[in-house]
């Protein structure tokens, strides 16, 4: 059961950066997002940047419809209008990326997850199974929409979103950009309404995780590519996710809840600088005189060349026998081969339910 609920908080958290794109500064290293502006009414989902769909360095275009507008803002609240995330799918292999839109480079195209989920399969309890062909290789996508459904009460993973900022009559076009806010939520006191864990928040009150200025015009929920830094808490220990290129393209609606966007995507690149960092965090928490119990466990794996080794990241798939399936430098990501390769391509697909958020909870 520890393993499971390791594996969800990890998961939480990379989908947590992935959803949010920051500043493009090479450099820029932040819990909260920059001041990126949003895409531009009229922009074109399949262009980021000005880098075209499908060219080097590309991000998640996919089919998401976009074009007219949404509904005037109505409901009433502080953290109106909120959603929180419905639907989460991974991409079975490349064909499956690509058949989604997932437009990012590397031979996986977005689908490194699920082939790291197979390397794992067998060392890991996974509360989901996993369909592969006698090759290994992946063979149906990996819906986990059981695990976000709010059907029977509390999800297993409760993640909440707000568009801050939205006044209140005025449709997306009139708004324009709104900021984008994540939270880690808990049960709230009626059906379809939450709040925010305590552990989402900064020592002022405000999102750790925080884009400002995502667009919100042409019925779409936009972002703008650019490399992410995120710190969050994971069983004590702050654990940093960084991803390049990261971007959210999704369709974007208004009822009288909240928001909702019955498809969604979200990638990026996940490096292996980023690893090391990860790892780096997590040991030095388990050096440290209250080290979170898992650590006694974990020990033996904190090193990043265990940690590829036992994820088949310099063993299998990818390219000329590595998984990193994908070149990042300075932020942009190209093709690859062998050694060369030093990240991993990540889509997922997501729906997000309207839903009401009450306020932040006691700590848990």
């Known amino acids: 059961m ?4 390791l594996f969800w908080l ?46 080097e360095g590309g991000t998640p275009a996919g089919s998401i419809p976009t074009g007219g507008d949404t509904a005037a ?21 490349a064909d499956s ?36 062909d006698a090759s290994g290789q992946v063979t149906q996508d990996i819906t986990l929409d059981s695990y976000v459904d709010a059907s029977a009460g509390e999800p297993t993973v409760l993640l909440l979103a707000q568009l801050a900022g939205w006044a209140a009559g005025k449709t997306g076009n009139e708004q324009g950009t709104a900021d984008l806010n994540f939270f880690i939520g808990q049960a709230g006191t009626a059906a379809n309404s939450y709040l925010i864990n305590p ?49 959210l393209k999704a369709a974007l609606s208004i009822d009288a809840t909240g928001f909702n966007s019955e498809t969604g995507l979200i990638g990026g690149y996940f490096t292996k600088d980023s690893l090391v960092g990860l790892v780096d965090g997590i040991s030095a928490a388990c050096a440290g005189p209250s080290a979170p119990d898992f650590c006694a466990q974990a020990g033996a794996f904190l090193n990043v060349a265990t940690i590829e080794s036992v994820l088949g990241l310099a063993a299998v ?36 339910a309207s839903t009401t958020i009450e306020g932040v909870g006691a700590a848990q």
Do not use: H, W
């Open 2 to 5: 520890k393993q499971v609920k």
């Open 10 to 55: 990890a998961l939480i958290a990379l989908g947590l950066s992935l959803q949010i794109a920051c500043d493009d500064s090479d450099t820029s290293t932040t819990e909260t997002a920059g001041t990126t502006a949003g895409t531009p009414a009229g922009s074109t989902a399949g262009s980021t940047a000005g880098t075209p769909a499908g060219s």
């Open 73 to 93: 803002l109505s409901c009433t609240g502080d953290y109106c209008p909120s959603s929180r995330l419905s639907a989460l799918t991974l991409p079975a292999n």
């Open 97 to 132: 990326a690509d058949t989604l839109g997932c437009n990012l480079e590397g031979v996986n195209a977005g689908a490194s997850l699920s082939r790291l989920l197979v390397a794992v399969k067998d060392l890991v309890q996974l509360p989901f199974e996993i369909q592969v």
């Open 199 to 247: 552990a989402s928040l900064d020592a002022d009150g405000k999102p750790l995780v925080s884009f400002a200025g995502a667009s919100v015009a042409n019925s779409a929920l936009t972002t703008q590519p650019g490399r992410f830094t995120l710190s969050l808490p994971i069983m004590g220990i702050p654990l940093s996710f960084a991803l390049e290129q990261a971007q």
């Open 317 to 352: 798939g990818g390219v000329d026998g590595t998984a990193y399936d994908v070149k990042v430098v300075d932020g942009v990501a190209s093709a690859c081969s062998g050694a060369d390769c030093n990240a991993l391509s990540i889509c997922l697909k997501v729906g997000m």
